[in-house]
Structure formats: C-alpha cells, structure tokens
C-alpha cells in the first residue's frame, strides 16, 4: 500500500500540473478556452439542474461579450 506521505505528494504534483495547464490554455489558446467553457457550463445551467450545479455553471461560465457592429470578436478589450 502506498504511504500517506508518498500519496499526498502525488496528489500536489497533479494539482500543480492541472494549474500549470489551465494558465498556457488561458494564455495560448483564449478562444479554444471560452469554447470549452460554455461547453463544460452549458448542461449545468439546463432547467431542472439542482442549485448546486447551477452555481458551479455560473462560475465556469466565461463572461458574456459585449460588441457591436465595430467588433471582431477577438476579445482584446478586456
């Protein structure tokens, strides 16, 4: 069986990389990243879904963007 020491261990280089991924996904590819956002929040924010995973779903959510006729779309202006 494996140590408690050893375990912990593994689970903190897990949530390092996690982050580490989620940071480059941010940084690299904000596009690929909302779209996977409004993907993942999408189903938890149907009718019906209990109160928890809605709150989850809002907060995945990316933000709406506001443009107009002017607007590309590239999300620069944040």
Same mark, same amino acid.
């Given at each position: 069986?494996? $140590? &408690?020491? @050893?375990?912990?261990?593994?689970?903190?280089? #897990?949530? *390092?990389?996690?982050? /580490?991924?989620?940071?480059?996904?941010?940084?690299?590819? !904000?596009?690929? &990243?909302?779209? @996977?956002?409004? *993907?993942? *929040?999408? !189903?938890? @924010?149907?009718?019906g $879904? !209990? *109160?928890?995973?809605?709150?989850?779903?809002r907060?995945? #959510?990316?933000?709406?963007?506001?443009?107009?006729? #002017?607007?590309?779309?590239?999300? /620069?202006?944040?």
């Amino acid at each position: 069986m494996m $140590a &408690t020491g @050893l375990f912990v261990q593994y689970l903190l280089i #897990a949530a *390092a990389v996690c982050v /580490s991924l989620v940071v480059v996904m941010r940084k690299q590819f !904000p596009g690929a &990243t909302r779209r @996977l956002r409004i *993907a993942l *929040a999408l !189903p938890m @924010l149907r009718d019906g $879904a !209990p *109160a928890g995973l809605k709150r989850i779903g809002r907060w995945i #959510a990316p933000q709406p963007v506001a443009g107009g006729k #002017a607007c590309g779309g590239c999300n /620069s202006c944040d």
